[in-house]
């Protein structure tokens, strides 16, 4: 009898479960216990953050061993089928289908990975998965193979794909030119706009079709500019009561409806009265700064992506904000510059919202070095990781060493967003004064 139940094991799961474990690791526990897990996570960054700044000579110790006092994880609106922006990549899948267009189980490292189909995957919109398929269909009838390795050959590459609660859909294709000539290209170019707009993809009913010749795992529009194929040049969204014009790469919260009550509540924190400048870096399309541009006297943006920050100026103007000025530029390049020569007397609150590299020392230091600069919102989607050396910076002593000559700021308050339900991930805003 032991041995009988010793032979008995557990079913292996099928790979949509384990993609599904792979990319919404909590899909499985009630939402409200999401919430819970996800506060404890934010508990011990602050926790460690406390820790840290303790080893820098900063009390930062309060009750629970916390930097501040943390509130509640703030929900998500809408719990499935929240993304707005997905990206799925082209490998084998379980059968060896080397054109599978799906998510991946496994790592480079390890040399297992797997491309596996998202239908199961419950963050992502049936609008994504269907784009999806019809893309799969039509590589598997191209007699081009898929790209999986650079140097081995192969063209079919990346899909990603946008929507909008506009009902708008925008369809990017990532493609290895390898040795093909302009005509060969061409005809590729042509074959896939006639699959989406006459073909079987015509079902997906695309606002915008591009195509990007990339020899990269990543490439700007400036590297390699995004070829409109069909459709319009942008696709278009509306938060708060304003429209938004979107480009291929621009920045733009992944979870719209998120995004709205992110956005709220960082408007209420800024404590912006009516002459208060708000500094909004890293801004993307310009939606923060847009959506508190009413209730402050200007709003200063700055972003590196030049594409967004022409979408940003259109944004402005289709809404009829003129209290807005956008830099295009590397934060680190472009602050420093801003905020040396900065004489205006009216209060200045920054926020930033930076990727998941954080901000760059340069940036920070600028902000530090500001001293009209008291209020500090930083709005992370990773704070356990890059974002914690730029918290240190900002609150740790003058460090003549680092040029850090500015009065320290301080935590006072955190609060997490779930934007990521079924994932690990929520965004963290963390208000610092001085």
């Not at 919404?24 to 996800?38: H, M, S």
């Not at 940003?312 to 040396?340: D, R």
């Not at 600069?373 to 740790?396: D, V």
């Amino acid at each position: 009898r032991e041995e009988a139940r010793g032979s008995c094991s557990l079913p292996e799961p099928s790979w949509e479960e384990r993609l599904a474990n792979a990319v919404t690791p909590l899909w499985r526990l009630p939402y409200q216990e999401q919430l819970q897990v996800k506060y404890e996570s934010q508990r011990k960054i602050l926790q460690t953050l406390a820790s840290r700044l303790e080893e820098l000579g900063v009390d930062a110790q309060k009750p629970g061993g916390l930097c501040c006092p943390l509130q509640p994880v703030v929900p998500s609106p809408i719990i499935n089928g929240y993304r707005n922006k997905s990206t799925f990549s082209v490998n084998r899948g379980p059968d060896g289908n080397p054109k599978t267009v799906g998510l991946y189980v496994g790592t480079g490292r390890e040399r297992n990975i797997v491309c596996v189909k998202a239908n199961h995957v419950e963050n992502i919109p049936s609008k994504h998965k269907q784009v999806a398929q019809c893309y799969e269909e039509f590589i598997c009838h191209s007699p081009l193979d898929s790209c999986i390795l650079f140097h081995e050959g192969g063209h079919w590459r990346e899909l990603v794909v946008r929507t909008t609660r506009c009902g708008h859909t925008m369809a990017i294709i990532t493609f290895h030119p390898q040795q093909l000539g302009q005509e060969a290209l061409a005809t590729q170019k042509a074959l896939l706009k006639e699959f989406f707009t006459c073909g079987p993809g015509a079902v997906c009913a695309l606002t915008s079709l591009y195509f990007q010749e990339s020899t990269m795992t990543r490439c700007s529009h400036e590297q390699s500019p995004y070829q409109l194929l069909h459709g319009t040049a942008h696709i278009f969204e509306e938060l708060l009561g304003l429209k938004f014009r979107i480009s291929p790469d621009a920045f733009f919260q992944v979870n719209t409806a998120g995004a709205e009550v992110l956005y709220q509540a960082v408007g209420e924190l800024c404590g912006a009265a009516g002459d208060t400048v708000l500094l909004d870096v890293c801004c993307g399309t310009g939606t923060i700064g847009l959506s508190l541009a009413h209730q402050v006297s200007k709003v200063i943006g700055v972003e590196v992506v030049e594409k967004a920050i022409e979408d940003a100026e259109w944004n402005a103007a289709f809404n009829g904000i003129s209290n807005c000025e956008f830099h295009s530029g590397k934060a680190e390049a472009v602050l420093p510059q801003l905020l040396a020569s900065w004489e205006d007397a009216r209060p200045l609150v920054a926020v930033v919202n930076p990727s998941r590299a954080g901000l760059h020392y340069r940036v920070v230091r600028a902000i530090r070095n500001c001293r009209a600069i008291r209020r500090l919102l930083y709005i992370s989607c990773k704070p356990e990781g890059e974002a914690m050396r730029n918290f240190l910076e900002l609150c740790c002593p003058p460090d003549p060493r680092k040029k850090l000559a500015g009065e320290p700021f301080a935590p006072v308050m955190a609060i997490p967003f779930d934007l990521f339900p079924h994932t690990v991930h929520c965004e963290l805003v963390l208000l610092f004064t001085r």
